[in-house]
Every structure is written in structure tokens, then in C-alpha cells.
């Protein structure tokens, strides 16, 4: 069975910095393409960063150069740091694998305040 569970999420001001990360199983992890999406109310889930098998990542313009996407094929993890947090920013942050069948965490929520 595939499991994705996020965990560190919470409340932050802005300026501040949070780090997610995603714990993975029943998958062949170390070949996956894994990725984060966030999704705030009424608005569409986007992708936000991914990160191949290899370590190649990309990120959504709105994060660049603050946000970093980084993989542990050990631990079978992956970690979405996040710094020079925004309102905007503000969203349910979802850990997916983006590899063949598209699977999907639970969620975790970030709010930055102003």
C-alpha cells in the first residue's frame, strides 16, 4: 500500500521559515519523481517543486530562490524547506509521487501572517 505523510506544517509570521517533509512508502522511491503541491481555499492545486529520482529539481516561479526541494533515497523522504514565507504562501501543502500513477499525502496546512 502507498503511503505519503506530511508533517511539519503550522503557523508562521512572515519572513519566517518552515520545513515539510514527506514520508514515503510502497513505493520504489529512489526512481520516483516526487513533488509539492499547494492548494488554498477556492483556488487550484499547483505545483510548487519536484524533484527527480536523479535530484533534478524546478520550482514554480512563485517560490524560486525561496523554497528548496531536496530528497533522502535512504529514508525514503522528501523535504520542502521553505524561507522568506509569504501570506500568499498561505495554502494545504501536499506531498505527491509523480512518477506513473500520480499518489497524493493527506496534506499539511501552512499559514503565514502578516
Known amino acids: 500500500q502507498v503511503q505519503l505523510v506530511e508533517s511539519g506544517g503550522g503557523l508562521v509570521q512572515a519572513g519566517g521559515s518552515l520545513r515539510l517533509s514527506c514520508a514515503a512508502s510502497?513505493?520504489?522511491?529512489?526512481?520516483?519523481?516526487m513533488g509539492w503541491y499547494r492548494q488554498a481555499p477556492g483556488k487550484q492545486r499547483e505545483l510548487v517543486a519536484r524533484?527527480?529520482?536523479?535530484?533534478?529539481?524546478a520550482y514554480a516561479d512563485s517560490v524560486n530562490g525561496r523554497f528548496t526541494i531536496s530528497r533522502d533515497n535512504a529514508k525514503n523522504t522528501v523535504t520542502l524547506q521553505m524561507n522568506t514565507l509569504k501570506p500568499e504562501d498561505t495554502a494545504v501543502y501536499y506531498c505527491?509521487?509523480?512518477?506513473?500513477?500520480?499518489?497524493w499525502g493527506q496534506g499539511t496546512q501552512v499559514t503565514v501572517s502578516s
Open positions: 505527491a509521487v509523480l512518477s506513473g500513477r500520480t499518489y
Open positions: 524533484i527527480t529520482g536523479g535530484g533534478s529539481t
Open positions: 510502497g513505493i520504489l522511491f529512489s526512481i520516483s519523481a
